[in-house]
């Protein structure tokens, strides 16, 4: 298995709180990426990035930020949580490139969230 | 921008039978696709993936699938099921996008029960 951790494993926060979760790498990857996964919509981009202090943002952005210093940590922050952000939270990595295209995105076990 | 679309929601076999789970992309080139799987309560694992080449790729539990460019389709093909394979089946595509950012756009998800 890919070297992934994702930190909380579960988390319950109260509406307007901010929230951090944190993915770690062991990989050295330069790719990061956070998912939101919901019933009846799959896997949804928030945002990723394609290495140290450099990030964009995926299809569903709004209300979170994200940050990353260092290679192996991503963070993600919801800056003030609303019941909207309940989900369960994917980190995946992945090294991919003109030279490398046998790199597909590997997962961690996921963040529950759940906002009340 | 690429996306991806699996036209079932939700499909049960027989254990023993066949199976054919659905793909369809959009994109303006060749894509990469990859074929996941989710078991309850787990991270996504890689199936299998197709880059270039052979167009029928092998992948892991006995999975196979076939790029088709001229439908712009990728199913999932098993010939014979096993009750272990009920699970959540997320196809994928990725793709470079605005230089070197490269992205994973996955479909909705099909869900698969296994009858005894």
């Known amino acids: 298995d890919a070297g992934i951790t994702q930190s909380p494993r579960h988390k319950v926060t109260e509406t307007g709180t901010p929230v951090t979760l944190r993915c770690h790498q062991t990989?050295?990857?330069?790719?990061m990426y956070w998912y939101r996964q919901d019933p009846g919509h799959g896997l949804r981009l928030i945002h990723y990035?394609?290495?140290?202090?450099?990030?964009d943002k995926g299809e569903v952005s709004d209300g979170y930020s994200v940050s990353r210093s260092k290679t192996e940590d991503f963070l993600l922050t919801l800056e003030s949580a609303t019941s909207s952000q309940t989900s369960v939270y994917f980190c995946?990595?992945?090294?991919?490139?003109?030279?490398?295209?046998?790199?597909?995105?590997?997962f961690g076990n996921g963040t529950r969230l759940t906002v009340t | 921008a690429q996306s991806v679309t699996q036209p079932d929601i939700h499909i049960t076999v027989s254990e023993g039978a066949s199976l054919e789970l659905r793909c369809n992309y959009s994109?303006?080139?060749?894509?990469?696709l990859f074929w996941y799987v989710q078991s309850p309560g787990q991270g996504l694992q890689l199936l299998l993936k197709?880059?270039?080449?052979?167009?029928l790729v092998q992948g892991i539990k006995g999975f196979e699938a076939e790029f088709k460019r001229s439908q712009s389709s990728f199913n999932l093909r098993k010939p014979s099921v096993h009750w272990s394979d009920a699970a959540e089946y997320f196809c994928?595509?990725?793709?470079?996008?605005?230089?070197?950012?490269?992205?994973?756009?996955f479909g909705k998800g099909t869900l698969l029960t296994v009858n005894p």
């Open positions: 197709y880059f270039s080449g052979d167009t």
């Open positions: 990035s394609y290495g140290v202090k450099d990030t």
């Open positions: 995946a990595i992945s090294e991919p490139g003109w030279g490398s295209y046998n790199s597909p995105l590997h």
């Open positions: 990989e050295n990857h330069r790719y």
């Open positions: 994928a595509v990725g793709a470079f996008s605005g230089g070197s950012n490269y992205k994973l756009t």
């Open positions: 994109y303006g080139a060749t894509p990469y």
